[in-house]
């Protein structure tokens, strides 16, 4: 299909209702299930726009459920519905099953501060630069994913809870342990890191997900502000 003819057929539709500008602007949640196949399908043809054509497959497999069962030659069949389009429709509805039935990854299960501190104890001992850590935990304490935040200079860092509050959404975290490594070997807490404990602990409380703990890491050793009665 020529660039004039694709050009042409997104130009039927209105900017604020083309499904790649929704996407971007409000989400795929926002999006209706002929959208989000235009943007797979991305061109329509000669005679109709991309959005009208997935309208089209949508209607001639019924539902979303018989669209994975519907085989190549079978969308073929369908006007407008070329040997790519419906090999990237089956690859993409091939990919979207894989996806769900996919297990999420778990890192390890706390049972400890003593467990936590000497798995990060491992991960943080002796880094040249200081590093923010988040563990994300699910309701079952195991470790759903191991993200750092931010890696600074020598001698400091700037985290701000946001950031460590947007993974925990992301991942849907029911608990959030924090740690950084103090690069002198110090675990000693200095008031910058009560102070973040505390804006951290606020910040849990008022979104309905709890920090377990702030640990600081030093050299092969580390420090739990949860077991010292700090936070």
């Known amino acids: 299909m020529s ?3 694709q050009e042409t057929n997104i130009q039927v539709i209105p900017n604020n209702s083309r499904p790649r500008e929704r996407m971007e602007k409000l989400g795929p949640k926002a999006l209706a299930d002929h959208e ?10 000669k005679d109709k726009n991309v959005v009208n054509l997935a309208m089209d497959v949508l209607r001639e497999v019924e539902d979303l459920h018989m669209l994975r069962q519907t085989s190549v030659q079978e969308l073929m069949k369908i006007p407008g519905i070329g040997r790519i389009k419906a090999i990237e ?8 099953h894989r996806i769900a039935v996919a297990p999420q990854i778990k890192e390890g299960t706390v049972v400890s501060s003593s467990w936590v501190g000497n798995y990060l104890t491992k991960e943080l001992s002796n880094l040249t630069q200081e590093n923010v850590v988040a563990l ?7 470790i ?5 935040i931010f890696i600074g200079s020598l001698n400091s860092s700037v985290a701000h809870p946001r950031e460590i509050f947007k993974g925990a959404i992301r991942y849907s975290a ?14 000693e807490p200095s008031e910058a890191d009560y102070s973040f404990t505390r804006r951290m602990v606020d910040a849990g409380e008022m979104m ?3 920090v377990l703990d702030h640990f600081i890491i030093g050299e092969n050793k580390y420090l739990s502000l949860r077991e010292e009665g700090l936070m």
Do not use: W
């Not at 989000?36 to 043809?45: D, S, V």
């Not at 029911?174 to 675990?187: E, K, L, Q, Y």
């Open 208 to 210: 309905g997900i709890e």
């Open 174 to 187: 029911a608990r959030i342990i924090v740690a950084h490594n103090h690069p002198s070997g110090n675990t």
């Open 3 to 5: 660039k004039k003819v």
């Open 144 to 148: 759903v994913k191991k993200e750092t």
């Open 89 to 96: 429709i089956m690859a993409t509805t091939e990919l979207g």
């Open 36 to 45: 989000l196949l235009a943007i797979i399908l991305r061109t329509g043809t």
């Open 136 to 142: 994300y935990l699910n309701t079952k304490n195991e």
